[in-house]
């Protein structure tokens, strides 16, 4: 039985014995060795594979804390503006709590898997007339009628939940490592681990990487012109790495192709800050944030076609090429 994120961290989470506690078995995902990008780079890499969690990626980390205390409080709805992530997650723990969600979308820009995910949970799913940053300002606006309880991680309960993240890496190792780094869309994540790591009273170097095009990049989950936590991520002592598309993109194939793991784009950010400047010898975790499957359609767009063949060996065989 997988012990619900908040009974494991309990002492560290703000929860109380009349929380209730609304969970699909998240967090305690697994950290894998990568041993072919520790070779290309030089250094001792680990990834924190965050997909493994129930709707497949980070989100569900704060969202299990960000429900919870929602309907602690007496909400009866959710609200959120999402690239994706938040909104499949936000769908999930509203339908596993038996309240509403109300999921906002800047149209046309989220990978159809996150959609899908929303619309089945029973979400009611809005697609907005303008960005990310218009849906979240008109998120807002609604929450604070008092109607819905808004959960992007501007609420502080999404930021604690995912600061557990550290506390698996750090058990897990058994020390802190020399380096932390994930990807940079509206700067959450960025501020959770580094609360966890003032928590855990110690120091490593966090590198959050974004894209050089926000407003246009293909890593849609990021895709964020004005993250809302800009602020305390330069506040931070965290350091922002740029990368462009192609770099993204690259990292993201190679995961794939060299460790068998395939992630959506955006979470290849942090590799492909890593592949800038890698620090040689030290060990470095990198936080795979959300699954593959949910932008089955940039991978259909990159990778090589399926051939078409008879069911013939002969045929078959000469097709397979060296494979
Ligand atoms: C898969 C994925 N990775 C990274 C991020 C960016 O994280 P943050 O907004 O916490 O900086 C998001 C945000 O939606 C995401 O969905």
Known sequence: VTTPLIERFRDRLPV???TPIVSLGEGSTPLLPAPRLSERLGLELWLKWEPANPSGSYKDRGMTLAVSKAVEAGASAVICASTGNTAASAAAY????????VVLQPEGAVASGKVAQSRIHGARVLQVRGSFDDAL????????????ALVNSLNPHRIEGQKTAVFEIVDELGALPHAFVLPYGGGGNTVSYARGLAELGGRARLVSAQAADRRRTVA?????AAPAHREAVESLDAEVATVTD???LEAWAELARLEGLFCEPSSAAGLAALALDPPRGKQVVATI????????DTAARIAPDAVL???????IAAAAGAA
């Open 220 to 224: 849609t989950a990021i895709r964020i």
């Open 309 to 315: 063949v008879d069911p013939d060996p002969d045929a």
């Open 137 to 148: 300002s008109a998120a807002r606006a609604l929450a604070d009628r008092g109607t819905h």
């Open 16 to 18: 109380g014995p009349e």
């Open 289 to 296: 944030t959300g699954h593959g499957l949910k932008d089955p």
């Open 94 to 101: 509203a339908a596993r709590a038996g309240i509403g969600a």
């Open 246 to 248: 192609a770099q993204i």
